[in-house]
Nanobody, 124 residues
């Protein structure tokens, strides 16, 4: 069983930055894929970034490459998403998700465990 709790969302002006955190409650953190996904009103959930907990392989959506960085503190079992140069279109509810490895690519249906979500609002 994996429990995920996100924090760090909020409101920011375009061009600003936010850092999201996700605390992972699990016995063994290593064999996981961890990902950040987002869902805007009226849109499907989409992948933002993912990382393998054992090897630091990362994947990013094209829309966030160069602006967002996913990272982790394995000792703290905590996942982060640093979001810089935020745009209005980044506005969404952001979710932390986990799956047992395998493939860590950004396919929402592959992820079994989800946090409750944290809202990010970017004003233009």
């Amino acid at each position: 069983q994996v429990q995920l709790v996100e924090s760090g969302g909020g409101s920011v002006q375009a061009g600003g930055s936010l850092r999201l955190s996700c605390v992972v409650a699990v016995d063994n953190y290593s064999p996981l894929c961890m990902g950040w996904f987002r869902q805007a009103p009226g849109k499907e959930r989409e992948g933002v970034a993912s990382i393998s907990t054992g090897g630091d392989t990362t994947y990013y959506a094209d829309s966030v490459k160069g602006r967002f960085t996913i990272s982790q503190d394995t000792a703290k079992k905590t996942l982060y998403l640093q979001m810089n140069s935020l745009k209005f279109e980044d506005t969404a509810t952001y979710y932390c998700a986990a799956k047992y490895r395998g493939n860590c690519r950004l396919v929402p249906g592959w992820y079994n465990y989800w946090g409750q979500g944290t809202q990010v609002t970017v004003s233009s």
